[in-house]
Nanobody, 120 residues
Framework: QVQLVESGGGLVQAGGSLRLSCVAS????????MGWYRQAPGKQRELVAR???????TYVDSVKGRFTISRDNAKNTVYLQMSSLKPEDTAVYYC??????????????WGQGTQVTVSS
């Protein structure tokens, strides 16, 4: 059984920063890729960052250079450091345990989501 608990969302001004955290239970965390998705009102859920079990990272183009995904396997935690935030980053952010050690095309477990709101 795997459970994910996100934290760190909130309201920030444009240009500000937030760090999201996701604490995972279970043994899957250290072996599988982890991802951060987001979903804005009226929009489809979008994978914004992925970190593979081996540590490699990928990002959607819109957040490259601004967001950093990392993981601390000893703490069963994955982070999303978000900097230079823009109003278009406003969304509910979801932590995900990916099915594969390398990819996040498929998700096995979802967190409940944490709201990020960026004001102009």
């Amino acid at each position: 059984q795997v459970q994910l608990v996100e934290s760190g969302g909130g309201l920030v001004q444009a240009g500000g920063s937030l760090r999201l955290s996701c604490v995972a239970s279970g043994s899957i965390f250290s072996a599988n890729a982890m991802g951060w998705y987001r979903q804005a009102p009226g929009k489809q859920r979008e994978l914004v960052a992925r970190i593979a079990g081996g540590g490699s990272t990928t990002y959607v183009d819109s957040v490259k250079g601004r967001f950093t995904i990392s993981r601390d396997n000893a703490k069963n935690t994955v982070y999303l450091q978000m900097s230079s935030l823009k109003p278009e980053d406003t969304a509910v952010y979801y932590c995900a345990v990916c099915r594969s050690p390398r990819y996040c095309a498929d998700v096995d477990y979802w967190g409940q989501g944490t709201q990020v709101t960026v004001s102009s």
